[in-house]
């Protein structure tokens, strides 16, 4: 399996500031994914974060929004930007595909960033 | 629109007895269903999985079971134990879509009590 962290574990942020969100993999992997849950709803995807390339983004989510990087196979960032108290969410870092195990897995999940705008 | 529907916010059930967790789809293209764990203040954590060529699926005390006509699948942990109190999801892809496209259920808050 792999292990995911993600940095900040938390935060509280104001209105209309920009917060970076990282993702750490202690393994290559195949794919990476941004997920978002806000108080008392599932899970819903934002993006698959493509290295070396634009991520592809999910119906109602932006690029300039939520600008994703994706530099290598262990490693990706996403970032909420000019925030309002709408985004106030778990959000979560995904992967499948241990490149070790040659390709398509289960589906693992980071701890998640907890973040709350004022 | 809510693809993957999980209609108990919750359930409680007596340490030693059998849990039975329910999960309903609406999407025919559905071929991957997973079952996670979630604690509070952590991430989902993998459970258990089934393909949609399968109708059964066991892992220990996690037995998961398809119905593809009824479009129902449920998770039934025996027996439970005081750790499996946690929020599940239920979650499917589509064969259409890529690896990591989920549709999740809402969750069902279980609590084991002694």
């Known amino acids: 399996s792999a292990v995911i962290s993600q940095k900040p574990s938390r935060d509280i942020c104001q209105r209309g500031t920009s917060l970076t969100i990282q993702c750490q993999v202690d393994s290559q992997v195949t794919m990476m994914f941004w997920y978002r849950q806000q108080p008392g709803q599932s899970l819903t995807l934002i993006a698959t974060?493509?290295?070396?390339?634009?991520?592809?983004?999910e119906s109602g989510f932006v690029i300039d929004k939520f600008p994703i990087s994706r530099p290598n196979l262990t490693f990706s960032t996403l970032t909420v930007s000019n925030m309002s108290p709408e985004d106030s969410s778990i959000y979560l870092c995904?992967?499948?595909?241990?490149?070790?195990?040659?390709?398509?897995?289960?589906?693992?999940f980071g701890p998640g960033t907890r973040l709350t705008v004022l | 629109d809510q693809q993957v529907k999980q209609n108990s916010p919750s359930l409680s059930v007596q340490e030693g007895r059998i849990s039975i967790l329910n999960c309903d789809y609406t999407n025919s293209m559905f071929d991957y269903f997973l079952w996670y764990k979630k604690y509070p203040a952590e991430g989902p954590t993998f459970l258990i999985s089934i393909s949609s060529i399968k109708d059964k699926n066991e892992d220990g005390r996690f037995t998961v079971f398809l119905n593809k006509s009824a479009k129902h699948l449920s998770l039934h942990i025996v027996p439970s134990q005081p750790g499996d109190s946690a929020v599940y999801f239920c979650a499917a892809r589509a064969r259409t879509d890529s690896w990591g496209k989920l549709q999740f259920g809402a969750g069902t808050q279980v609590v084991v009590t002694p």
């Open positions: 995904s992967v499948v595909g241990l490149v070790t195990s040659g390709g398509a897995d289960t589906q693992y």
């Open positions: 974060a493509n290295q070396g390339s634009e991520a592809t983004y």
